[in-house]
């Protein structure tokens, strides 16, 4: 009977079945082996440590979560400080009879690391397994692998650490064989006396499934057949010296390795799935690769007819190392050949090999797997059948069995079977691929500052978030270290290099971790080197928990001081906090240390690559994302600072973007094109946006966004029960739903609830999310696959062809390749969110664009124009006041549709269970089902006022209107008039000279517009004073607004360390002066015009006068339309205010210098443009309408 309880409450119950995650499976382990031990009689504890790294990143919060609930079973969880520390309190947890008395007969260890962690942790692990564990205790060995590097410096794969160190190792396929073989792993340690390693691998520890709760529903038998030999096999001494170490090595190698295998063929763990006894070729698998094959097997056909007459026999191995030999052998009988699929290098193959080698010739099959043949020399050939470098999928796994079972079976059928597979593959090797999601620093990070250096410097990076540098801004962050090496590199290069100085990022969890240990190897070598530790209060990769231990930036000011750094700086985005602070005044007179607020950074930075030795600088600024947790935990009391841009004023140019690197930026299309606006659901108010040298810019308080319509009232409520109840979609068999979208959007919580919903339907269910580092505004999607009751759980990953539903909550990474593989036009339908959500290459890249038509067209052609695509984000903003509500917004359309083979109240029901925003959550899953009702209506519901229009390009007549009156209300009519004059005059040559049409007509228009509407000081003072200024402030915010305008007046503004004017912040009494000076706008161009004898506002009159005349010299001497229609378009390359615009201006006036050389040489010449900065008249009010015609 499926359990009914809150997620949280999931790992408790002992009965039933309940939904739990690979991490959850770990947490429940612990309570299980405690029950089990309480039932036999045996007072037990258990001690949990170990260091977090994806796919074991959210083990530390799973078990945070249940602290009070471990504490009363004598479970205590230690977090260590790093891996191998942590290790050596597991084995410490194993002596605990050799230091004293207790009340405990025992206490079993749990450590858990990332494979890097398992690779630091070699010598911990040696000394582990060769002084034993103890009888009533017990060790398991968590390594978190990460077969693809999907967040790790280099693929992981930790066999091979723990065969070196005598360390037997299980690899569960599932999330049920979590708890199976973890006991199993217990009950080994116990009567083996060896720790055991537990591979967890992110197909496995990700991914979610419905498991049997019961505590006593796996069997651990102690083997009958192995004698334990006098003074036993468990722990005796700590101590490895001399003869007891030898003695401990004999004691592994004769004994304690033998008694493993006895366990494991007592215990079958590695045992025949498949039987097949006619079978001549015969399948070993592990693992992921496991439920892979046994797919593969299903798509070719070979399970259709029973096991009797399956041409394969599957051999399942739990147990990798050591390879247990009597299953195996017994396996091998009567077959001719052995194919051992395994991902990555191999571990099974070779000691099936040797198992194999004494056998006579006819009983000794050949073995295939990383090579087909054996090759004379391997590694100068690589011929790889089960190739070691990739990532194995159940396609690929498909076409090796199909190429070796030719010559066993006919392959015609088989062929077939993999005809409709190559085309898919061909397909969408053959479409046009769309850019990709790239992992990204959150909205606000502090990275997106920290991490930059002056110009001409470089940056070593290291692990963590901020390592994500060397793909954001690649030209200064080189070099990737591991885990406390950060900046060891520099010490073998300086004495060879002609550069005197790096610097160094490292982040404080790392610092605390083994960082410090880098700055003291600094200090001894006393390099010219500045380490900037990036003080975040938070291991934010992988979810924003604390650093294992009390840290802080006084803390970290007097162990550098202590490790002999003489000259420290910190760098905060609230400075006033460590200003006169006396916790930071250093206890040795010849330190220097300096406070400094984040804006100065480039200045320090400078300063410090100046230092003669070894310099740290903290920059201490908040995780944005741990911002954000603590924000919603515990509102503050005074909402904070927002930003607000006025798009009138905006210009587009994408500086504001270039200072923050911030993904809440977002672009606006307006009539007078594309412009920036502030993502308020996904701002985390860092506000480094405001330095972009823009005066569109204003800063807020007193407000928070705005959670309902501003010009309406409340989104007419509706009764749910109003609604038709959809019918079910048809599953007999495997249902299998595919969710993409955004890191950090709520994509997985999707997923999460429609898992939690087919097991409370009594189905067998498998969620896998995949994120790793994607998890940071990256692609992240989910694998969902709902089975009938009591079927067998198969491959988590759905395989090319097979999803019966897309809910593509970002259509770019819907329209990723990993995403059309799994899609087939005559069985997949699709939801879409149409929104477009640019990526963080936006930031860096101010004319970035959606690729929405190929998008589309990909994916309607992928599920044959089953299709449903609505803008769910801006319909789940206006309707709920947050866009995070989208995601079940769409899985309300497609259940609604009939997309799910779920009810409506399961789903509601997994919604209150989840626990997350649950009213919230259900409003916006019942908007979305009444948008696939009627959805019309849930548009006039969300937009009472304004509803959602494209702004599609107009005609050269209405377009002119258009500019007429725009330019009326900028100067006046005859200005409006000159504009209008000049592109009638352009239409009409076109006409008569390029067969009609109006391109360059209307290109003249938007360009010679954008260079006359110029935005001056009064023509911002007048856009200010607009009410649609005041109005769209209404729109986005509740509360009474206190504006702060950021603004860099002439006189007024000193320039910064990088020689641009700095901008000052003035307050709400500025909006009076603006008014004032929007009135006095018709002194424009006038000698009485104080702003017009600057020499911008000159090159901007100037620029009008150069762009007509090179138009004019273009036509009359007959340049061919692209030439034509290329002049005509620079204009939209100016964009900005001051030093921003004047470099748009110098590369535009560079292509327009090469434009007028391609003109015939007879014309061209006259038409060169000025040089920057060429005096222009100041023109009097009736000439500045007309402002340059020449005739006059």
Same mark, same amino acid.
């Not at 002056?454 to 030209?475: D, F, N, Q, V, W």
């Not at 690197?661 to 672009?667: D, E, G, I, T």
């Not at 969620?767 to 009591?790: C, E, W, Y």
């Not at 090179?1110 to 964009?1135: H, K, M, N, V, Y």
């Given at each position: 009977?499926?359990?009914?309880?809150?997620?949280?409450?999931?790992?408790?119950?002992?009965?039933?079945?309940?939904?739990?995650?690979?991490?959850?499976?770990?947490?429940?382990?612990?309570?299980?082996?405690?029950?089990?031990?309480?039932?036999?009689?045996?007072?037990?504890?258990?001690?949990?440590?170990?260091?977090?790294?994806?796919?074991?990143?959210?083990?530390?919060?799973?078990?945070?979560?249940?602290?009070?609930?471990?504490?009363?079973?004598?479970?205590?969880?230690?977090?260590?400080?790093?891996?191998?520390?942590?290790?050596?309190?597991?084995?410490?947890?194993?002596?605990?009879?050799?230091?004293?008395?207790?009340?405990?007969?025992?206490?079993?260890?749990?450590?858990?690391?990332?494979?890097?962690?398992?690779?630091?942790?070699?010598?911990?692990?040696?000394?582990?397994?060769?002084?034993?564990?103890?009888?009533?205790?017990?060790?398991?060995?968590?390594?978190?692998?990460?077969?693809?590097?999907?967040?790790?410096?280099?693929?992981?794969?930790?066999?091979?650490?723990?065969?070196?160190?005598?360390?037997?190792?299980?690899?569960?396929?599932?999330?049920?064989?979590?708890?199976?073989?973890?006991?199993?792993?217990?009950?080994?340690?116990?009567?083996?006396?060896?720790?055991?390693?537990?591979?967890?691998?992110?197909?496995?520890?990700?991914?979610?499934?419905?498991?049997?709760?019961?505590?006593?529903?796996?069997?651990?038998?102690?083997?009958?057949?192995?004698?334990?030999?006098?003074?036993?096999?468990?722990?005796?001494?700590?101590?490895?010296?001399?003869?007891?170490?030898?003695?401990?090595?004999?004691?592994?190698?004769?004994?304690?390795?033998?008694?493993?295998?006895?366990?494991?063929?007592?215990?079958?763990?590695?045992?025949?799935?498949?039987?097949?006894?006619?079978?001549?070729?015969?399948?070993?698998?592990?693992?992921?690769?496991?439920?892979?094959?046994?797919?593969?097997?299903?798509?070719?056909?070979?399970?259709?007819?029973?096991?009797?007459?399956?041409?394969?026999?599957?051999?399942?191995?739990?147990?990798?190392?050591?390879?247990?030999?009597?299953?195996?052998?017994?396996?091998?009988?009567?077959?001719?050949?052995?194919?051992?699929?395994?991902?990555?290098?191999?571990?099974?193959?070779?000691?099936?090999?040797?198992?194999?080698?004494?056998?006579?010739?006819?009983?000794?099959?050949?073995?295939?797997?990383?090579?087909?043949?054996?090759?004379?020399?391997?590694?100068?050939?690589?011929?790889?059948?089960?190739?070691?470098?990739?990532?194995?999928?159940?396609?690929?796994?498909?076409?090796?069995?199909?190429?070796?079972?030719?010559?066993?079976?006919?392959?015609?059928?088989?062929?077939?079977?993999?005809?409709?597979?190559?085309?898919?593959?061909?397909?969408?090797?053959?479409?046009?691929?769309?850019?990709?999601?790239?992992?990204?620093?959150?909205?606000?990070?502090?990275?997106?500052?920290?991490?930059?250096?002056?110009?001409?410097?470089?940056?070593?990076?290291?692990?963590?978030?901020?390592?994500?540098?060397?793909?954001?801004?690649?030209?200064?962050?080189?070099?990737?270290?591991?885990?406390?090496?950060?900046?060891?590199?520099?010490?073998?290069?300086?004495?060879?290099?002609?550069?005197?100085?790096?610097?160094?990022?490292?982040?404080?969890?790392?610092?605390?971790?083994?960082?410090?240990?880098?700055?003291?190897?600094?200090?001894?070598?006393?390099?010219?080197?500045?380490?900037?530790?990036?003080?975040?209060?938070?291991?934010?990769?992988?979810?924003?928990?604390?650093?294992?231990?009390?840290?802080?930036?006084?803390?970290?000011?007097?162990?550098?001081?202590?490790?002999?750094?003489?000259?420290?700086?910190?760098?905060?985005?609230?400075?006033?906090?460590?200003?006169?602070?006396?916790?930071?005044?250093?206890?040795?007179?010849?330190?220097?240390?300096?406070?400094?607020?984040?804006?100065?950074?480039?200045?320090?930075?400078?300063?410090?690559?100046?230092?003669?030795?070894?310099?740290?600088?903290?920059?201490?600024?908040?995780?944005?994302?741990?911002?954000?947790?603590?924000?919603?935990?515990?509102?503050?009391?005074?909402?904070?600072?927002?930003?607000?841009?006025?798009?009138?004023?905006?210009?587009?140019?994408?500086?504001?973007?270039?200072?923050?690197?911030?993904?809440?930026?977002?672009?606006?299309?307006?009539?007078?094109?594309?412009?920036?606006?502030?993502?308020?659901?996904?701002?985390?108010?860092?506000?480094?946006?405001?330095?972009?040298?823009?005066?569109?810019?204003?800063?807020?308080?007193?407000?928070?966004?705005?959670?309902?319509?501003?010009?309406?009232?409340?989104?007419?409520?509706?009764?749910?029960?109003?609604?038709?109840?959809?019918?079910?979609?048809?599953?007999?068999?495997?249902?299998?739903?595919?969710?993409?979208?955004?890191?950090?959007?709520?994509?997985?919580?999707?997923?999460?609830?429609?898992?939690?919903?087919?097991?409370?339907?009594?189905?067998?269910?498998?969620?896998?999310?995949?994120?790793?580092?994607?998890?940071?505004?990256?692609?992240?999607?989910?694998?969902?696959?709902?089975?009938?009751?009591?079927?067998?759980?198969?491959?988590?990953?759905?395989?090319?062809?097979?999803?019966?539903?897309?809910?593509?909550?970002?259509?770019?990474?819907?329209?990723?390749?990993?995403?059309?593989?799994?899609?087939?036009?005559?069985?997949?339908?699709?939801?879409?969110?149409?929104?477009?959500?640019?990526?963080?290459?936006? *930031?860096?890249? /101010?004319?970035? =664009?959606?690729?929405? @038509?190929? +998008?589309? &067209?990909?994916?309607? !052609?992928?599920?044959? #124009?089953?299709?449903?695509?609505?803008?769910?984000?801006?319909?789940?903003?206006?309707?709920?006041?947050?866009?995070?509500?989208?995601?079940?917004?769409?899985?309300?359309?497609?259940?609604?549709?009939?997309?799910?083979?779920?009810?409506?109240?399961?789903?509601?029901?997994?919604?209150?269970?989840?626990?997350?925003?649950?009213?919230?959550?259900?409003?916006?899953?019942?908007?979305?089902?009444?948008?696939?009702?009627?959805?019309?209506?849930?548009?006039?519901?969300?937009?009472?006022?304004?509803?959602?229009?494209?702004?599609?390009?107009?005609?050269?007549?209405?377009?002119?209107?258009?500019?007429?009156?725009?330019?009326?209300?900028?100067?006046?009519? *005859?200005?409006? /008039?000159?504009? =209008?004059?000049?592109? @009638?005059? +352009?239409? &009409?040559?076109?006409? !008569?000279?390029?067969? #009609?049409?109006?391109?360059?007509?209307?290109?003249?228009?938007?360009?010679?517009?954008?260079?006359?509407?110029?935005?001056?000081?009064?023509?911002?003072?007048?856009?200010?004073?607009?009410?649609?200024?005041?109005?769209?402030?209404?729109?986005?915010?509740?509360?009474?607004?206190?504006?702060?305008?950021?603004?860099?007046?002439?006189?007024?503004?000193?320039?910064?360390?990088?020689?641009?004017?700095?901008?000052?912040?003035?307050?709400?009494?500025?909006?009076?002066?603006?008014?004032?000076?929007?009135?006095?706008?018709?002194?424009?161009?006038?000698?009485?015009?104080?702003?017009?004898?600057?020499?911008?506002?000159?090159?901007?009159?100037?620029?009008?006068?150069?762009?007509?005349?090179?138009?004019?010299?273009?036509?009359?001497?007959?340049?061919?339309?692209?030439?034509?229609?290329?002049?005509?378009?620079?204009?939209?390359?100016?964009?900005?205010?001051?030093?921003?615009?004047?470099?748009?201006?110098?590369?535009?006036?560079?292509?327009?210098?090469?434009?007028?050389?391609?003109?015939?040489?007879?014309?061209?010449?006259?038409?060169?443009?000025?040089?920057?900065?060429?005096?222009?008249?100041?023109?009097?009010?009736?000439?500045?309408?007309?402002?340059?015609?020449?005739?006059?």
């Amino acid at each position: 009977m499926p359990q009914d309880v809150p997620l949280d409450d999931a790992l408790l119950p002992t009965s039933g079945r309940v939904y739990v995650s690979g991490i959850e499976a770990i947490v429940r382990l612990l309570f299980v082996q405690r029950w089990r031990d309480r039932a036999a009689g045996l007072r037990t504890g258990g001690f949990v440590s170990g260091y977090r790294g994806s796919p074991l990143g959210g083990l530390d919060e799973a078990l945070w979560a249940v602290e009070d609930a471990l504490a009363r079973e004598d479970i205590h969880f230690q977090p260590g400080v790093n891996e191998d520390l942590a290790a050596t309190a597991i084995w410490g947890s194993q002596q605990l009879h050799l230091t004293g008395e207790s009340d405990f007969v025992g206490v079993f260890g749990l450590w858990y690391g990332k494979s890097p962690g398992v690779d630091r942790c070699g010598d911990v692990f040696k000394h582990m397994a060769h002084a034993g564990t103890a009888p009533r205790g017990g060790v398991l060995l968590i390594a978190g692998d990460d077969h693809a590097a999907s967040s790790s410096s280099l693929p992981g794969q930790s066999e091979q650490l723990f065969i070196a160190s005598s360390i037997p190792i299980l690899y569960p396929a599932g999330v049920s064989e979590y708890i199976e073989l973890g006991l199993h792993g217990y009950a080994m340690s116990r009567f083996a006396g060896v720790p055991v390693g537990f591979k967890a691998l992110a197909d496995t520890v990700e991914a979610s499934a419905s498991i049997d709760a019961d505590p006593a529903a796996v069997v651990t038998a102690m083997p009958e057949d192995f004698v334990i030999p006098p003074g036993g096999v468990h722990i005796r001494s700590a101590a490895t010296i001399t003869q007891q170490a030898r003695d401990q090595e004999s004691l592994m190698q004769r004994v304690r390795l033998q008694a493993v295998m006895a366990y494991a063929r007592r215990n079958r763990l590695n045992h025949v799935a498949v039987a097949a006894p006619r079978a001549r070729l015969g399948v070993v698998a592990s693992g992921k690769a496991y439920t892979e094959t046994l797919e593969a097997l299903e798509l070719l056909g070979l399970l259709d007819a029973g096991e009797d007459a399956c041409p394969v026999r599957l051999f399942k191995v739990a147990m990798p190392w050591p390879l247990e030999p009597t299953s195996l052998l017994d396996f091998a009988e009567g077959l001719d050949e052995i194919l051992v699929i395994e991902e990555k290098r191999a571990v099974i193959e070779p000691q099936i090999k040797e198992l194999l080698y004494e056998r006579p010739d006819g009983r000794r099959p050949r073995v295939v797997g990383k090579f087909a043949e054996q090759p004379a020399a391997p590694l100068a050939n690589p011929d790889w059948l089960v190739s070691p470098i990739v990532v194995l999928s159940v396609s690929a796994i498909a076409r090796i069995l199909a190429g070796r079972l030719g010559a066993f079976t006919d392959p015609a059928p088989l062929q077939q079977r993999l005809a409709w597979l190559d085309a898919a593959e061909a397909r969408v090797a053959s479409l046009v691929p769309v850019p990709a999601r790239p992992p990204w620093y959150c909205a606000g990070c502090p990275h997106n500052s920290s991490t930059r250096v002056p110009e001409g410097s470089l940056a070593l990076a290291g692990i963590g978030c901020h390592a994500m540098a060397t793909l954001i801004y690649p030209k200064e962050n080189l070099s990737l270290t591991h885990m406390g090496g950060e900046g060891m590199p520099w010490l073998g290069q300086a004495p060879f290099s002609k550069r005197k100085h790096v610097f160094v990022n490292l982040g404080d969890g790392t610092y605390f971790h083994s960082g410090s240990l880098a700055i003291r190897a600094a200090v001894a070598a006393k390099a010219r080197m500045t380490y900037k530790i990036l003080y975040n209060d938070a291991v934010a990769m992988t979810g924003g928990q604390p650093v294992d231990g009390p840290i802080g930036v006084p803390e970290i000011v007097e162990q550098l001081v202590a490790e002999g750094i003489t000259r420290i700086a910190v760098v905060a985005d609230d400075a006033s906090r460590w200003l006169g602070n006396p916790v930071l005044k250093p206890r040795r007179p010849a330190v220097q240390l300096s406070v400094h607020g984040r804006e100065q950074l480039d200045a320090v930075q400078r300063e410090l690559r100046d230092f003669d030795g070894p310099s740290v600088l903290i920059y201490d600024q908040v995780c944005a994302a741990e911002k954000r947790r603590r924000s919603k935990k515990a509102p503050p009391a005074k909402p904070p600072t927002r930003a607000f841009i006025h798009e009138a004023v905006c210009e587009g140019c994408g500086d504001c973007g270039v200072q923050s690197n911030c993904v809440a930026l977002s672009p606006l299309r307006t009539p007078l094109g594309s412009k920036r606006q502030v993502d308020q659901s996904a701002c985390n108010t860092d506000l480094s946006c405001v330095q972009g040298f823009c005066p569109s810019f204003v800063t807020v308080e007193g407000v928070t966004p705005r959670r309902k319509p501003a010009r309406a009232a409340e989104p007419a409520a509706f009764d749910p029960a109003s609604l038709p109840e959809p019918h079910p979609a048809a599953a007999p068999g495997a249902f299998n739903v595919l969710i993409t979208g955004i890191g950090g959007t709520g994509v997985i919580t999707v997923g999460k609830v429609i898992g939690l919903a087919a097991h409370l339907e009594g189905r067998r269910v498998s969620v896998l999310d995949m994120t790793g580092m994607s998890q940071k505004n990256g692609a992240v999607s989910s694998h969902v696959r709902i089975f009938p009751p009591g079927a067998e759980i198969r491959a988590p990953r759905i395989s090319p062809g097979q999803a019966d539903l897309l809910i593509g909550c970002d259509v770019l990474t819907a329209a990723a390749p990993d995403s059309l593989r799994c899609l087939h036009a005559g069985r997949t339908r699709a939801v879409l969110n149409s929104f477009e959500q640019v990526t963080g290459k936006f *930031a860096q890249d /101010a004319d970035w =664009r959606f690729p929405s @038509e190929t +998008v589309r &067209r990909l994916l309607a !052609e992928a599920v044959d #124009g089953r299709l449903d695509a609505i803008d769910a984000t801006t319909l789940a903003q206006k309707l709920l006041g947050d866009a995070i509500g989208a995601n079940l917004f769409l899985l309300g359309f497609a259940v609604q549709q009939g997309g799910l083979p779920l009810p409506v109240a399961s789903l509601l029901r997994a919604i209150e269970l989840n626990g997350v925003a649950v009213s919230a959550s259900k409003a916006a899953f019942h908007w979305g089902r009444r948008a696939a009702v009627d959805l019309a209506a849930v548009q006039r519901a969300a937009l009472p006022v304004a509803p959602m229009v494209l702004h599609r390009p107009l005609s050269l007549g209405p377009l002119l209107a258009e500019h007429g009156r725009f330019l009326t209300a900028y100067q006046d009519a *005859a200005y409006a /008039a000159a504009h =209008r004059a000049f592109v @009638e005059q +352009v239409a &009409r040559i076109e006409r !008569e000279q390029h067969g #009609g049409g109006e391109r360059l007509a209307l290109a003249v228009a938007q360009g010679l517009f954008k260079l006359m509407a110029y935005k001056d000081e009064y023509e911002v003072a007048r856009l200010y004073s607009l009410p649609d200024f005041r109005a769209r402030l209404a729109e986005t915010f509740e509360g009474r607004p206190r504006l702060s305008f950021h603004l860099a007046p002439p006189l007024l503004a000193r320039p910064g360390p990088d020689g641009r004017p700095r901008k000052i912040r003035l307050g709400g009494w500025v909006e009076g002066v603006m008014r004032g000076l929007a009135r006095l706008r018709r002194l424009r161009g006038t000698v009485l015009d104080p702003f017009g004898y600057s020499a911008e506002r000159r090159e901007e009159r100037q620029l009008i006068v150069d762009y007509r005349h090179s138009i004019e010299q273009a036509l009359a001497c007959g340049a061919d339309f692209d030439t034509l229609l290329a002049l005509a378009r620079l204009p939209e390359r100016i964009r900005g205010f001051g030093p921003v615009k004047q470099a748009a201006l110098r590369e535009a006036r560079a292509e327009w210098a090469r434009l007028l050389a391609s003109l015939p040489p007879a014309q061209g010449g006259s038409a060169s443009p000025p040089a920057a900065g060429s005096p222009a008249r100041p023109l009097a009010p009736a000439v500045a309408a007309s402002v340059a015609i020449e005739a006059a």
